[in-house]
């Protein structure tokens, strides 16, 4: 099983360029997230995928958009990609409710110039 | 909303030795999940330990475990007898056990944990 993968690994921008990060898990998992990580503010949820065809948003949403294209995908999108938007980018997927750990790719570094 | 806090950036520790990260958070909940996950150079997101909090014993994985005090709403993590490999930034992180939270995660800010030989 390959687990989580997300691509692209790296990815360099420039203002106001659209780009779409991918996300793929292969453990038939119900809910599926993105999240930010940025120096001293641990991760911070983006949007998230309790379910196929559902999508919420989380703590810092604004700029992004995102699809959950089927059970196994999820992807997000920056359509006008800004500075601020530079970071380390996660996806995860778990089983729904209870303890169940959370299963995370291995990010995305993301630069916008 | 929940916060979960960890006041210390930067830890360090003798290998061999024993360390403790600390962990506070903030719930009106009774009901939720604690976890302490663990990012090497690689980037890459390893759970060490859960917890849940109707359970009042604490959770042990070999040379980790944690001081979960419900009242104090605190969910700190030991290592025993520290290895190299443990070097990483530590985040402790609070799950609602509620239906409608979608299971996501509310991560504190890290700690750098250093390893000395």
């Known amino acids: 099983n390959a687990g989580v993968t997300q691509t692209p690994k790296f990815q360099v921008l420039k203002t106001g360029q659209s780009m779409t990060l991918q996300c793929a898990q292969d453990?038939?998992?119900?809910?599926m997230y993105w999240y930010r990580q940025d120096p001293g503010m641990g991760l911070r949820l983006i949007y998230y995928?309790?379910?196929?065809?559902?999508?919420d948003k989380g703590e810092v949403p604004n700029g992004y958009n995102v699809s959950r294209l089927n059970k196994r995908e999820f992807s997000l999108r920056l359509e006008s990609a800004a500075p601020s938007q530079t970071s380390v980018y996660f996806c995860?997927?778990?089983?729904?409710?209870?303890?169940?750990?959370?299963?995370f790719g291995p990010g995305t570094r993301l630069t916008v110039t | 909303a929940q916060t979960v806090t960890q006041s210390q950036p930067e830890m360090s520790v003798q290998e061999a030795e024993t360390v403790t990260l600390s962990c506070t958070y903030d719930t009106s909940e009774s009901d939720y999940y604690l976890f302490w996950y663990k990012q090497p150079p690689s980037r890459q997101m390893i759970l060490v330990i859960r917890q849940e909090a109707y359970k009042q014993q604490n959770a042990t994985e070999n040379r980790f475990s944690v001081n979960f005090q419900k009242a104090a709403k605190s969910f700190s993590l030991k290592i025993s007898d520290s290895q190299l490999g443990d070097a990483a930034m530590y985040f402790c992180a609070y799950r609602s056990a509620s239906e409608t939270s979608g299971s996501r995660l509310t991560f504190g800010e890290g700690t750098q944990l250093t390893v000395n030989p």
């Open positions: 995860a997927s778990s089983e729904a409710g209870g303890v169940y750990e959370q299963y």
């Open positions: 453990m038939n998992h119900n809910s």
């Open positions: 995928s309790a379910s196929e065809g559902t999508t």
